[in-house]
Structures are given as C-alpha cells and as structure tokens.
C-alpha cells in the first residue's frame, strides 16, 4: 500500500471561508462578447462526461464537510470512526436526503477535525482519513497508519441524461495488484468476484445458470481485501447500477449508475468482519425469528388440495422426519387472486391450518404484488378507489400480466400503502397462517419482464419513476407484509420470505436464492450464493434443496439435504412439472440419510438460534467464508467451498456425483472432525473420508455446542435438560448460548439470557467458566455435560467447590456428568 505524510495544519473545526469578488470590467468584456445567433442550438455544448475540477472551497456544517470546484459540490459526513459518507453534486444542489437502506443516519464518532495544506484538504478520526486532494479533486482513504486503502484512479464524473433528467454518476477507483473483492448479493459467479462486471437489476431469472446477471437482489456493497486489510464501498444508488472489479481495465475497479446520486460510503476494517458489522449499523440486523423458523421446511408448487397437504405432512410424521413448516403456492387461491381460498380445494382452510397446527406444522402461504383487475373482487376495489395502484406518466395504470391474467400493481413506495397492504394479512392470520411468502415482487410482468421505465412511484413524499424504485419495490413489498404481521400478531414475531431485495432487506425478511436447477452445478452455485449473502448483509437465506426446476437423483437431494442442514434457512421446493421431492421421495439409503441430517439440524437448533443472536445483537454474519477467518492469507481469498456456521462448526459440501473423499482447508487452530472425535491441527488442507452418509464437518476446538433433544418439530415436548458438548482445548476459548421465549419480541425489553463459557486446559486439567446476563428463565434445570477429546483419564471433577461422583468414561474417552444449569465453574482434573 501506499503511505502519505502529509505536512499540514489544522483547520481547527472553522469553516474555510473564500471570497467571490466580481470584477466589473470582465461583466463588461462578457456582455461585449456575447452576440444572438439565428439557430441558438449552434452555442449547445455536446453532452459528455464531466469531471471534477480543481477544489478551492470548504466549508463545514456539524459533522459534514463540503468541497466545490465553483461549480460541482461534494459533501463529506462523518458517520462514526469507521465509516465516512461521500456525496457528489454535479452542479452544487443535493437531491433530499433519504434511504430505504439507510432508515436514519446517526452520528456516532468521537471526534473528527478538517486539516488543510497546500496539497490537500483532509477530514480526519481517530481510526481513517479522508483526503481530497487539491491539485485533481481525488479523493482517498488512509488509515490511522497513513496506509492509503482506497483511492481515487479518476476524479468523480457524471453526463447528463437527456432522455430522463438528472445524471449518469460514476466513480472510479484504482485496483491494486492483489486486490481481492467480495459481496454483491446472490451473484452466481466465483465467490472472489475480481476480473468480474456485475450488474444490479432485480430480475425474475427463472433456472438461472452460471454467471448470468442480474437476479434477483440488489445489494450494492462490496469488501476488498489489499495486503491483508479490509474496507467496504455500500454505493447506496437504488437505480440500475453496475460494478466493474478491474474487468475492463485490470488498474482499475468501478461503480456507476443510471441516475440518482454518486453516494457512497466509505467503511473501514481492518477486518472483513469489522466490515460487515458497520454495514450492519447502517442497514440494520435481522430481527429474531421465530425458533420453528429454523426447522425444516418443506414446498412446493403446489400441494393442492387439502388432502394432498395432509398426506405429504402425514408423510412426514409416519417418516419419523422433523419437519416445522409447510407451503401453500399460487393454487390455494382462488384464480391466483391474492388473499383468497379455492374452496375446492381448501373447503375449510382454518379448520385445515389448526389440524396442521396441532401436529406441529406452521402454515406459510404465498402472496404476489399483482392484483386482478376484477371489480368484483375486494382487494382490487379497495386499491381502486384508493388509488393505491402504480400509475404511468400520463396517469393511465401500470398494468401487465402475471397469474391472475390482467393485473394492477400497488406502490408499496407509498407509506399509505403499506399500512393498507399490512391490513390485509389480518383474515389470514386469524385463520392461523404462521409466515408469509412475498413472490414475483422484482416485480416480474409475462412478456415484459418488469415495469416501464415512466411508472411513478409515490417514494416516501420524494417521487420517483420506475427508474428509481424498481430495486427497492420488492423489500418494500416484504417490509409492509413484516409490519402488517407484527401489528396484527401483536407480541408473536412474523416469519417473512422475499425473493427480490436491496440493500437493507434483512430488516423485514429472510430471502433464497430463487428458481434454481436440479444439477450439481447449482448444489455449488448455492453453496457460494448462501456464504455471498451472509457477507452481504442478508444473513437469513437459503436454496430450494433439491433444485426448482429439472429432476434431482437420489444423491444429489441428499447432499443438497446435508448443505441445507447447515443452511440458515432450510426449505425444499420444486416446480409442478416435476417428480415430488420430499425427504423420502428416493427411497434407502437416502431416507435414512436425509432423516439423520435433519436431525442433526433438530439437535443444533440452539446453537444455530444463538448464532442468529450475534448477528442480530452484534452484526456478526451466520455463514463466514474461510477468507473472513484468514483474510492475510491470499490463497484464502479464491476458497469457496468451505465456510463456518458461525465461529465453531466448519461445513465442507460434497459437491460432485460419487466423491467418496475430498479435501478441505482448517483455518489455524485445532479441529474435532464432527463425527470421529479425531483432532486435527488446522492452517492446511486435509483429505477427509466423504462416503454418502456423512460429510465433513469440525468443531473448533474448545467449543461449547448446545444440543436439544431430537423433536418432530419445534416445542413438541418440554425441554428437561439441555445438552453441552465441549470440546477440549489447551487454550482460552469463549462460547455463547442464547435463551428467550423463541417466539415473542420479549428480548427487546432484555428478556433474554446470554450465557458464555470460558474453556480452558492442559495436560492435567480442563476447566469451564459460565457466566450470565438476562432476565429469561429456562423452565429445565440442569445440563447433560458431554466432554470430548480430554488428554487423559479423568480422576477428579469438582463443581461450584463440589465432587462429583456421578460420572462416566466411555469407551471413545468422552466423559459424561450431570449438573445444574446454574454453574459458575466445572474442574476435570486427571
């Protein structure tokens, strides 16, 4: 990197006054020069690209910085140490001030001070610098260090866009040598995404393929790593946008877009998850869901009619195959009109949901944004006469074709909207729908693809057409289902699933990564998709297990089943012109298989909800690629296939046809192989043994990992004890365990309990601390303590002060004990 020592001087927070001084003689030499042409479109200039000129100018307001060239105007913010805002008008007047990614931007920095030489202008914290160098107007980033992490190749420019108003904006980076670059959302593309240029466009990408872009999220974010250190560019422009990663120019990376402004916000690291976190303080966490939400859930297009819902849940049950949550498709309403029931089919749907609730199942049903034209029907009539229906430039409606045949469209841009869309989940929540289902919201039109350009949106009071709104339609479609639901179900948390997004959307929803195929190429693509997400912001995602479209076999639905077990969300699903795909479709081995990995996923569900916690509390991703563990080590960076369930358990897929081994990368430290107890010392590749019944999976050594017993569903018996597997370790390592309700927003009020345990050992001893912060009280007593891959045989364990004689050494050296779940301290000694 490059290292910059300014010599310079405070400013001392004053604002940099400069004085225009208007000679008369040049008013006079210009009005002399001025002369009427007969065609006064001979003096218009052509339309080009316009850059930044020299800066001369700065004034300060609070915590924002402006800097004119006498023309343009850039805007510099402090947000906190970390994070640093950048705006650019072209001709010195911002657009107002909104982001639906952004809800409220809050100053949080400690200090900050504008310094001024001659060479450049420079907004400094106590942890990056801003530089906005005077000679060119380039703007660069530096560390506390003076390590330049980010700087300009190219001044910022725009042209102006004749056809709509306003401006093209661009931005222009230099790509270093080594740079690596990742996030974007759902990509299908290698997880390192240098040499690539993407596009943001929500788009209905039905069997997508390898590299095709866009689909149908846009999270304009993305990380790179230079030398070992971090930052983040959220480029937060909700119009179609595109990123190069030194694809056209290998010296350079850049992000533009076709209207709006050159916003973006500067994030630094030095860590990927440092990274990630103050994205999060941004956009926002994932709210807690509700605990069934991460069971297994089974969909499909459709399970029509109601017996045939019964049966595949029946199925389920007989199967002995855990299972929370079951889907209703575009056929349980009647001609595909939102918020209704063939009755035909559905007769009775709330007597049908309570059978379904009383054996364990949550109802999740589908909702689409297109409504029928049809005045006799309800929802309809209501968004006519309330004019809540998007509209084209010359007021006509925006209507197109979707299920339904003709439909119209609300704009969910419009508070007004929302809350009347939100309403409308009432009927359904009475009958007991559990979770809701937002498809088709990129928003997908037959034939045309999407909405015209001249559609007006209401945006929030600050208008916009289609241009605008087009990327945020789907998260405000979600974002008035979330709200909607959490007003009617009062104190119980909304399940939500969106299929299109931006940047923010983790606040309303979880997602998956749509209509995939049935073929080992896109078990891979999944894999990638799902760790891409989780750095992205959007922690809560998942595949259709098994592939939408197109016919798995037998092996690939059970080693999709086995990634989808440590997926945090976990749903099959496939389309009507294919064969069923439930977890027993296939027949043994495979059901034998798929039942024990779904277990699995039954038995891990408290660790996985205490993951969910550190996201939402703490902005920690769920997934974490091997590079956000070892970002210093470059061969890292193009490592794709292995990736952690939170920081303790490691997952490796099995993602080719008959692979009965394969290798996979342990990141330093040591590693208990998940299924033999064997410890393995990591900072290298292993070959692992990966016959069809397992796949390789670790747990870093000194790991606490809670287990539940195995239920057909979540709640179906009262816990009595809770298990913890702990894992030896011959140094200090910390774990968690989040407790609450699993279904109310009581943890908002601090109703909750964190437990953390410290583990520690040596040749002759292993010793764990717990400790606990919280107002919750588990209603079981104690802890089934399971110890794993002690040095030696255990002759002591004390307790709180205790001996304690009930014990048992097994034959693969585990050691077992009993003891209240109150503990502050437990001593095996040898």
Same mark, same amino acid.
């Given at each position: ?58 004034? #300060? ?52 001070? &504008? ?46 866009? =004749? ?78 946008? #595109? ?50 939400? &991460? ?86 009539? !209501?968004?006519?006469?309330? %004019? ?41 929540? !009475? ?47 979600? %974002? ?45 693509? +999944? ?26 076999? +037998?092996?690939?639905?059970? %080693?999709?089943? !086995? ?55 703490? +902005? ?10 070892? !970002? ?18 490691? =997952? ?117 601390? #717990? ?60």
């Amino acid at each position: 990197m490059e290292s910059i020592t300014p010599n310079e001087e405070p400013v001392n927070n004053k604002l940099v006054e400069s004085e225009n001084i208007v000679e008369t003689e040049n008013i006079v030499e210009e009005e002399e020069e001025f002369h009427h042409l007969n065609n006064p479109a001979d003096g218009i200039k052509p339309i080009i690209k316009k850059y930044l000129g020299t800066p001369n100018h700065a004034d #300060q307001l609070g915590n924002k910085f402006f800097f004119t060239d006498g023309d343009a105007k850039v805007e510099v913010v402090v947000v906190t140490d970390l994070i640093i805002r950048v705006r650019l008008a072209p001709h010195g007047v911002f657009l107002d001030e909104f982001s639906y990614a952004v809800p409220k931007l809050e100053h949080k920095a400690a200090e900050f001070t &504008l310094f001024e030489d001659e060479n450049e202008f420079r907004v400094a914290t106590k942890s990056i610098n801003c530089h906005i160098r005077k000679q060119d107007f380039f703007i660069s980033f530096s560390d506390s260090n003076s390590r330049v992490t980010s700087t300009d190749a190219v001044p910022m420019h725009w042209e102006e866009n =004749v056809k709509f108003g306003g401006y093209y904006v661009f931005c222009t980076k230099t790509c270093h040598t080594d740079e690596s670059f990742f996030g974007l959302g759902d990509k299908p593309t290698e997880f390192n995404l240098r040499g690539k240029r993407l596009k943001n466009w929500n788009t209905d990408a039905y069997s997508f393929q390898w590299n095709q872009d866009p689909l149908y999220r846009s999270i304009p974010f993305y990380i790179s790593v230079n030398e070992g250190v971090a930052h983040g560019i959220f480029f937060d422009n909700t119009f179609k946008a #595109q990123f190069d990663f030194g694809a056209e120019d290998t010296t350079k990376t850049s992000f533009w877009a076709d209207g709006g402004e050159l916003q973006y916000y500067y994030i630094h690291g030095p860590h990927m998850m440092d990274v990630v976190k103050s994205y999060h303080t941004l956009t926002g966490t994932h709210p807690m869901p509700p605990l069934w939400a &991460l069971g297994y859930h089974q969909c499909r297009w459709s399970y029509y009619p109601e017996s045939k819902v019964k049966k595949i849940t029946r199925g389920f049950r007989e199967n002995k195959i855990p299972c929370d949550g079951i889907y209703l498709d575009i056929d349980y309403m009647d001609g595909y009109r939102c918020f209704t029931w063939n009755r035909k089919y559905f007769p009775d749907p709330k007597k049908m949901i309570s059978e379904l609730a009383a054996d364990g199942f949550k109802t999740v049903v589908i909702i689409d944004p297109g409504i029928r034209v049809d005045d006799n029907y309800e929802v309809f009539k !209501q968004g006519k006469e309330n %004019r809540y229906f998007c509209r084209r430039s010359d007021d006509y409606f925006m209507e197109g074709h979707v299920w339904p045949g003709r439909c119209q469209f609300p704009d969910f841009t419009n508070p007004e909207v929302r809350t009347w869309w939100g309403g409308l989940f009432d009927e359904l929540v !009475q009958m007991g729908v559990a979770g809701v289902w937002n498809d088709m919201n990129e928003p997908a039109v037959f034939g045309a693809g999407t909405f015209p350009d001249d559609v007006r949106h209401q945006y929030d009071g600050f208008r916009g057409s289609h241009r605008k709104a087009h990327n945020v339609y789907g998260m405000q479609m979600v %974002r008035s289902t979330y709200e909607g639901l959490r007003n009617i179900m009062k104190n119980k948390r909304p399940f939500t699933i969106t299929r299109a997004g931006y940047s923010g959307v983790q606040r309303f929803s979880s997602v998956w990564t749509g209509d995939n195929v049935a073929s080992w190429e896109h078990l891979k693509i +999944g894999n990638i998709q799902c760790q891409r997400l989780s750095v992205s912001g959007i922690p809560f995602c998942g595949t259709d297990i098994g592939g939408f479209s197109g016919e798995p076999d +037998g092996e690939l639905f059970t %080693r999709w089943i !086995q990634m989808g077990t440590f997926s945090p969300f976990m749903r099959a699903h496939s389309a009507g012109d294919t064969k069923e795909r439930e977890p027993w479709s296939f027949g043994e081995p495979y059901t034998a298989i798929n039942r024990k990995f779904i277990e699995l996923r039954y038995r891990l569900i408290p660790y996985l909800y205490s993951t969910f916690w550190e996201h939402h509390r703490y +902005g920690f991703p769920i997934l974490r690629p091997i590079v956000m563990h070892e !970002q210093d080590v470059k061969l890292n960076h193009y490592r794709q296939d292995e990736f952690t369930y939170g920081d303790k358990i490691l =997952v490796c897929p099995v993602m080719e046809p008959g692979q009965t081994k394969r290798n996979v990368y342990l990141p330093k430290g040591k590693w208990f192989n998940f299924w033999t107890y064997e410890i393995l010392e990591g900072g290298k590749e292993v070959t692992v043994p990966t016959p069809l019944e397992t796949m390789p999976v670790f747990v870093k050594a000194g790991s606490v990992i809670p287990e539940y017993p195995v239920m057909q569903y979540v709640g179906q018996h009262e816990i009595e004890e809770v298990k913890l597997n702990i894992y030896y370790t011959d140094y200090e390592v910390n774990s968690f365990l989040f407790e609450d309700y699993g279904e109310t927003f009581a943890y908002e009020q601090d109703i909750y309990l964190e437990k953390k345990f410290v583990v520690n050992g040596n040749s002759r001893e292993l010793s764990i601390q #717990q400790s606990m912060e919280g107002l919750y009280t588990p209603r079981y007593e104690g802890y089934h303590i399971n110890v794993i891959g002690l040095p030696f045989k255990p002759g002591k364990i004390i307790a709180d002060g205790k001996v304690v004689s009930d014990f048992i050494v097994n034959p693969d050296g585990t050691v077992e004990l009993k003891f209240s779940k109150n503990f502050k301290r437990i001593e095996i000694l040898r």
